[in-house]
Structures are given as structure tokens and as C-alpha cells.
T-cell receptor
Framework: NAGVTQTPKFRILKIGQSMTLQCTQDMNHNYMYWYRQDPGMGLKLIYYSVGAGITDKGEVPNGYNVSRSTTEDFPLRLELAAPSQTSVYFC????????????FGPGTRLLVL | KNEVEQSPQNLTAQEGEFITINCSYSVGISALHWLQQHPGGGIVSLFMLSSGKKKHGRLIATINIQEKHSSLHITASHPRDSAVYICAEYSGGGADGLTFGKGTHLIIQP
């Protein structure tokens, strides 16, 4: 039981490049989330999903896209990387809403230069 | 939108001391989470509570709904407790995620 896995662990992008951050969970959780963590700030919600085929915007969705074709996978797409997207990205999952424990992946550190 | 405030931002203590980290929020909530972020960056859920008190080992979490306040206590602190402790709230009514505080950076010196 691997829990929540994320790839890559670290990536450097040039301005304008695109990439996909991968997230997979093996706990059969319905809810999945993408957060970003900036230095000195609390984690902020980018996108979330309540099940396969259903996604919605969080607090800071601009510059990102998501899809949820299966229960297990919830990739985050950056289309035109900007320095403001330099951050640590965490994927999380839970069986149900915020009244359930959230399980976090190890994070992806992204640097946009 | 709920605001989550944590205090202190930074705390350095000696091994064995009793530690208290505070969390306050502005709007009524459905659930309050305490999480631990290790020096390596990983985040682990410690507690999720909506009322009263929960205990796990040397960790105790309490919540006062009327005062919109929660505390995390660590008894007999140890250097391995050194981490960032994060408070987060869920206001309910939807499927969106948690609102997080900025965290308390705790260092326990031997």
C-alpha cells in the first residue's frame, strides 16, 4: 500500500514550458486535491476532484489544469510556466470531504527560471 | 472565507518541556485538522476533531467551538518532535479542501 505518490520530486522549468505533475493514490479515495505551498504561507488549494470525471477550481487555479479520468490518478498540468509558479506542490486524497483525514503525497518541488 | 491564525510562528524549547501551539479561526467550522510537516517536507495528519479532545501518545489536541480556538499540546517533548505543525479547518457545505494556517516551526533542543 503506497498511499499517495507524486512524480517528479524536483523539476526545473524554463519560462513558457509546460509540464504535468503526476499524482496517484491506491486507497480508493473519492476526493483528491492539489495544493501549493509557498515559503512563509499556508498551503493553498489549486484544484480538487470528488470522483472520476468531476473536477473543480480551488482558491488559486489560474495557470493550471487538471483531469480525473480514473479514481487513482489526478494529474496537474502547467501550460505556460511562469516564475510565480515556483513552489512546492502537494497532492492529497481522502475518502470523503474535509471531515475525513487527508493523506498527502511527498510533494514536487518546482523551480521556474 | 475563514482565516486561520497560528501562534507562535516559531518556538524553541528544551527536551522534556510541555509544548502548546495555538490555532484560532474566524468562522464556524465542521472540522479542525492538525498536521505535522517533517524537516524533509512530508506532511502527515495528526488529528481531525470537531469537538472536545483527542489524544495520541504524547500529543493532545483540544478544540473550543464557542471560542473558535484549538490547541495542540506535546508532553515530554523530544528532539524528534522538531517539525512544522499546521492547523487547518474545513467549514463544510462543499467538497473543497482545507484552509491552512501558516504553521508553527518547533525546535526541541537536547
Amino acid at each position: 500500500n503506497a498511499g499517495v505518490t507524486q512524480t517528479p520530486k524536483f523539476r526545473i522549468l524554463k519560462i513558457g514550458q509546460s509540464m504535468t505533475l503526476q499524482c496517484t493514490q491506491d486507497m480508493n479515495h473519492n476526493y483528491m486535491y492539489w495544493y501549493r505551498q509557498d515559503p512563509g504561507m499556508g498551503l493553498k488549494l489549486i484544484y480538487y476532484s470528488v470522483g472520476a470525471g468531476i473536477t473543480d477550481k480551488g482558491e488559486v487555479p489560474n495557470g493550471y489544469n487538471v483531469s480525473r479520468s480514473t479514481t487513482e490518478d489526478f494529474p496537474l498540468r502547467l501550460e505556460l510556466a511562469a516564475p510565480s509558479q515556483t513552489s512546492v506542490y502537494f497532492c492529497a486524497s481522502s475518502y470523503s470531504s474535509g471531515e475525513e483525514t487527508q493523506y498527502f503525497g511527498p510533494g514536487t518541488r518546482l523551480l521556474v527560471l | 472565507k475563514n482565516e486561520v491564525e497560528q501562534s507562535p510562528q516559531n518556538l524553541t524549547a528544551q527536551e522534556g518541556e510541555f509544548i502548546t501551539i495555538n490555532c484560532s479561526y474566524s468562522v464556524g467550522i465542521s472540522a479542525l485538522h492538525w498536521l505535522q510537516q517533517h524537516p524533509g517536507g512530508g506532511i502527515v495528519s495528526l488529528f481531525m476533531l470537531s469537538s472536545g479532545k483527542k489524544k495520541h501518545g504524547r500529543l493532545i489536541a483540544t478544540i473550543n467551538i464557542q471560542e473558535k480556538h484549538s490547541s495542540l499540546h506535546i508532553t515530554a517533548s523530544h528532539p524528534r518532535d522538531s517539525a512544522v505543525y499546521i492547523c487547518a479547518e474545513y467549514s463544510g457545505g462543499g467538497a473543497d479542501g482545507l484552509t491552512f494556517g501558516k504553521g508553527t516551526h518547533l525546535i526541541i533542543q537536547p
